[in-house]
């Protein structure tokens, strides 16, 4: 596995073949190969009576299990390797694919999918992940923890088993630097204000003590909405347990309308990197969670020239999320 940056740009890609050999329970032809069981609860991988078909165990949730996490047999980062980034002839930038790859089997409940979830199965879940987050933070040449979760076809699933999945990098991902760059051009947090501003407008979906939703004003998906806490903090390791259980609650409402819609979706947090978070004159990013749900299929005016184009408005989607239509 190899990280590669593009010639001239500030892009990077990870070079790793073997996800091809990842099972597959969305085939397009609706066939399913002979040695393909993630769609069979017997044989899934993630149930529970199934730990040994996983590959090592970090940790679990319950006993027995309720949530339970382990590393992911088709990683696309391992800690192996060379970590730093070095260029060859000028235009070849690379480095091993050094981190380490996860996935958080959501429940031990084959069939039960997170917006079938109440608010405090939810809020366990927040809590495994902040754990996670803090513990792979602390490994050595770390610089960024991606947490993510696809759901259903559309989004990149391969299992139907309801889970997550975690990456721990070695490099800050492109949209995280550029996040970094712009938010610290301002005096104060812009997404603090935004965030004031967005809980007043027609895009404001819910909001309780500590969290608000809204949908963004340049949504790029059909129904994207985020979810932002009311005050700063830089990373979901900063937030408290009483906090997470009002995220867990707004997490709950949004997930409920999705599965209204019956639609694949991605959901990611953004997080300061490791870093900034030690770095005192650095300022931090605003800690969200960003769901986006897969429902149009973007073409070359979308990936030719990142010029998206949005059937929904995000005015309209709000009006969904309110239960108004």
Same mark, same amino acid.
């Given at each position: 596995m190899e990280l590669r940056k593009d010639y001239i740009l500030d892009r990077y890609v990870i070079i790793?073949?073997?996800?091809?050999?990842?099972?597959?329970?969305?085939? +397009?032809?609706?066939?399913?190969?002979? =040695?393909?069981?993630?769609?069979?609860?017997?044989?899934?991988?993630?149930?529970?009576? #199934?730990?040994?078909?996983?590959?090592?165990?970090?940790?679990?949730?319950?006993n027995p299990w309720i949530i339970r996490w382990f590393e992911n047999k088709f990683p696309?980062?391992?800690?192996?390797?060379?970590?730093?980034?070095?260029?060859?002839?000028?235009y070849f930038t690379f480095s091993d694919a050094y981190g380490y790859h996860e996935v958080?089997?959501?429940?031990?409940?084959?069939?039960?999918?997170?917006?079938?979830?109440?608010?405090?199965?939810?809020k366990n879940l927040l809590t495994v992940y902040k754990n996670r987050m803090q513990e792979l933070y602390s490994k050595d040449h770390i610089q960024y923890v991606h947490l993510f979760k696809n759901h259903g076809k559309d989004a990149g699933t391969s299992v139907k088993h309801s889970h997550s999945q975690i990456l721990a990098l070695a490099h800050i991902p492109r949209l995280? +630097?550029?996040?970094?760059?712009?938010? =610290?051009?301002?005096?104060?947090?812009?997404h603090c204000e935004i965030?004031?501003?967005? #809980?007043?407008?027609?895009?404001?979906c819910f909001e309780n003590n500590t969290f608000v939703a809204f949908t963004p004003y340049a949504s790029r998906f059909n129904y994207e909405i985020w979810i932002f806490p009311k005050k700063h903090y830089a990373s979901l390791t900063e937030i408290s347990d009483d906090a997470l259980l009002d995220l867990a609650s707004i997490m709950?409402?949004?997930?409920?309308r999705l599965k209204d819609l019956n639609c694949s979706y991605n959901y990611y947090l953004h997080c300061t990197p490791?870093?900034?978070?030690?770095?005192?004159?650095a300022k931090t990013l605003h800690f969200h969670i960003e769901i986006t749900p897969r429902i149009q299929l973007w073409g070359g005016v979308e990936h030719g020239s990142e010029t998206i184009v949005n059937q929904v408005s995000p005015e309209t989607a709000a009006r969904f999320y309110r239960g108004e239509q």
């Open positions: 790793a073949e073997q996800r091809t050999l990842r099972p597959d329970s969305f085939r +397009r032809d609706g066939v399913i190969h002979p =040695n393909n069981l993630s769609d069979n609860q017997i044989a899934c991988h993630f149930c529970a009576g #199934n730990e040994y078909l996983t590959p090592k165990e970090k940790g679990r949730f319950g696309i980062v391992e800690p192996l390797g060379k970590y730093f980034i070095q260029t060859d002839n000028k958080i089997a959501e429940t031990n409940d084959h069939n039960k999918q997170l917006y079938d979830f109440n608010e405090v199965e939810i995280v +630097r550029e996040e970094l760059t712009v938010v =610290n051009t301002y005096q104060t947090c812009p965030l004031n501003i967005e #809980n007043a407008s027609y895009r404001r709950k409402r949004v997930l409920s490791k870093g900034y978070m030690n770095n005192p004159a």
